[in-house]
């Protein structure tokens, strides 16, 4: 079985500076997909950031982007330029390309925005 | 984008009774609906996935006569948990999916806020 795990539970940043969260992941398939998700206050989950397995390059959605290291299974989320809607719980995903195909989440980071 | 629509948002039942939750894709056909049940300040877990017009498939440990699923249609799936206790309270929220390629998105509901009491 996959999983993964997010070691900050909690992170803060200043906000208009840059933060990263880390994400690592246990698999034994070559193909599958990753996300980043947020989820505010208003518990609605929103997508943040997808990236396919067989691609080399890092996905990037304007100041969110990743650092995909798949010999390492690191999964990594860079925020640039941060602001305070971006305060929120994210969690990092896995899904299988396989016919199971269900979401494993990791166990989530706060993250926090300082004025 | 694609809609996925809970009902009701909150919900308060007395200890013994049963409480239906919807979940509704609103702009979009879903071949399989996921409900995941959250506790405070902790991660979404997978509690079934269902197929339209087939049985639910249970996460083990989560007992399939409490929480009922019923995936009527391709817009419409149903939660219902029986015989409620307090320790049944949580935030439930549903998913949806499209369809079967690895591309197809997965599209999350607001969630339900079940208190039993």
């Known amino acids: 079985a996959q999983t993964v795990t997010q070691s900050q539970p909690e992170m803060s940043v200043q906000e208009a500076e840059t933060v990263t969260l880390s994400c690592t992941y246990d698999?034994?398939?070559?193909?599958?997909?990753l996300f980043w998700y947020k989820q505010p206050p208003s518990r609605q989950m929103i997508l943040v950031i997808r990236?396919?397995?067989?691609?080399?390059q890092n996905a990037t959605e304007n100041r969110f982007s990743v650092n995909f290291q798949k010999a390492a299974k690191s999964f990594s989320l860079k925020i640039s330029d941060s602001q305070l809607g971006d305060a929120a719980m994210y969690f990092c995903?896995?899904?299988?390309?396989?016919?199971?195909?269900?979401?494993?989440f990791g166990s989530g980071t706060q993250l926090t925005v300082l004025p | 984008g694609a809609v996925v629509s809970q009902h009701p948002s909150w919900v308060i039942c007395k200890s013994g009774t049963s409480v239906k939750i919807e979940c509704r894709s609103l702009?979009?056909?879903?071949?399989?609906m996921f409900w995941y049940r959250q506790f405070p300040k902790q991660s979404l877990m997978l509690m079934a996935t269902?197929?339209?017009?087939?049985?639910?498939?249970?996460e083990q440990g989560v007992e399939k006569d409490k929480f009922l699923i019923n995936h009527a249609s391709l817009t419409l799936s149903t939660l219902t948990v029986t015989s409620a206790h307090p320790e049944d309270s949580s935030f439930y929220i549903c998913?949806?999916?499209?369809?079967?390629?690895?591309?197809?998105?997965?599209?999350f509901g607001p969630g339900t806020r079940l208190t039993v009491t």
């Open positions: 269902s197929n339209e017009g087939s049985k639910a498939t249970y």
């Open positions: 998913s949806a999916r499209k369809g079967l390629a690895g591309t197809d998105e997965q599209y």
């Open positions: 698999t034994s398939e070559s193909d599958y997909y």
């Open positions: 995903a896995y899904r299988s390309e396989g016919s199971a195909r269900q979401l494993t």
């Open positions: 702009d979009f056909q879903a071949t399989t």
């Open positions: 990236q396919e397995a067989y691609k080399q």
